[in-house]
């Protein structure tokens, strides 16, 4: 397993496939992908996809996370899956989406061989979903969870990004959905980008106020598996689901990372806030040059930060999200 600096171990890389996504969400791209200037090189291939999985499996990856921008836009996306299921190694198949696509394709990612699932739903109110996502499909992103839920996936996860004036509300609404579902639905910390300051200086709420409402509620903390992402889960005995809470903002935070990402153009981020990136690209072009990807990413290693600095409003190269991968 690659170890940094701080004897951080990582095991789990998020795969951006697409920049492009179908909603214009208010924190990330609110006029749309449109208005976003294109890339002038393709979005990898996949043949370097199937590369990139087999080295990472080589480097001791086990995790794999497959996000956008919307995943569920590129065509090929079951090959995709397939070729993460087929390579020796990766025992965790994830896809990060907005739900749009989820009823009609639920089955087909599970039987590719999707282990976990995560759906971003900001709100279960159905006009406040819509301010938010732009778009006026909360009906159909539920109904494709609830397809979902009964297809065997080891886990189904909603994310729901907090704001001020809406988390108490949102928190209850939540609760009321986990009551008899086993979903875990996990808060996060509205984060500031290059393109998006001004609104999260609006719209920031910590976690920790969440936090104490749960705990208060007789929620307990759940500890965190060596596979796990940045949540703190907490469980209730009257409740099926969980809730969690993704708190960047929180002292320690970056101390388990276990995470690296790669965008839809083959470039390595050390941290989703860094300063720079670097090309795995010329190493996909075949299986033999994959299997060097390990020596490779750990010699980038001593250059990943023990921690971001949004503490200090520096966000790195974090345009939006759609273009980092979340």
């Known amino acids: 397993m690659l170890t940094d600096a701080y004897a951080r171990k990582f095991n789990y890389l998020r795969l951006s496939i697409t920049e492009r996504c179908n909603f214009s969400c208010a924190y990330c791209l609110p006029e749309g992908f449109r208005s976003v200037s294109r890339p002038t090189e393709p979005e990898l291939s996949l043949p370097e996809i199937k590369n990139l999985f087999l080295g990472v499996s080589a480097a001791g990856f086990r995790k794999i996370r497959i996000t956008g921008g919307e995943p569920t ?19 965790i198949r994830a896809l990060s989406t907005n739900g749009w696509n989820l009823k009609r394709i639920a089955r087909d990612l599970r039987l590719a061989g999707l282990t976990h699932l995560n759906v971003s739903v900001d709100s279960l109110n159905q006009e406040r979903f819509r301010a938010l996502s732009g778009r006026d499909s909360l009906p159909i992103v539920l109904s494709g969870i609830e397809e979902a839920l009964g297809l065997g996936f080891q886990s189904v996860k909603l994310n729901a990004v907090l704001h001020r004036d809406t988390a108490h509300s949102e928190l209850e609404l939540f609760l009321n959905y986990v009551k008899s579902r086993p979903v875990s639905v996990r808060f996060i910390e509205l984060m500031r980008t290059a393109d998006r300051g001004s609104y999260r200086d609006r719209n920031y709420l910590s976690a920790g106020e969440l936090r104490l409402h749960l705990l208060k509620a007789g929620w307990k903390a759940l500890d965190r598996g060596l596979a796990s992402g940045p949540a703190q889960e907490f469980s209730h005995p009257d409740f099926v689901g969980k809730i969690g809470l993704i708190a960047p903002h929180s002292e320690g935070f970056c101390e388990s990372c276990n995470r690296l990402r790669v965008t839809s153009l083959g470039r390595l981020k050390l941290c989703l806030f860094g300063e720079h990136d670097e090309s795995l690209r010329p190493y996909l072009q075949s299986e033999e040059l994959a299997l060097t990807l390990s020596e490779r990413i750990q010699g980038l290693l001593p250059g990943k930060p023990k921690s971001h600095f949004l503490a200090e409003g520096r966000v790195g190269g974090a345009r939006n999200f759609s273009v980092m991968g979340g």
């Open 73 to 91: 836009i590129r065509p090929d996306l079951m090959k995709i899956v397939s070729s993460a299921s087929e390579t020796p190694g990766i025992e």
